[in-house]
């Protein structure tokens, strides 16, 4: 299963949450957020599901930023295809 995450580029003001869409196979599975200073994040499934801390800290679920693309980690994914099961 091929993962895509997509930072949301709706305005948010300076101390909102970050937000972002997870793709499986082109096909949207869940929103990701996380705080401004990435201490608290969570994820809510389009199924309606909702998980606070699915892996670890925020840094442990979202590779790149800044130059480099953002990427889902390999602890993510591992996460994503267990809730797909």
């Keep these: ?45 389009v199924n309606g599901s909702k998980d606070s801390w699915p892996v670890g800290r925020m840094i442990d679920f979202i590779d790149g930023g800044g130059p480099q693309p953002l990427v889902l980690s390999q602890r993510a994914m591992a996460y994503l295809d267990g809730k797909a099961a």
């Design 1 to 45: 299963m091929g993962y895509t995450i997509v930072q949301d580029d709706s305005k948010r003001e300076s101390f909102a949450e970050y937000k972002y869409r997870i793709y499986r196979d082109g096909k949207l599975i869940a929103n990701y957020w996380h705080d401004y200073r990435g201490d608290e994040h969570g994820i809510d499934f």
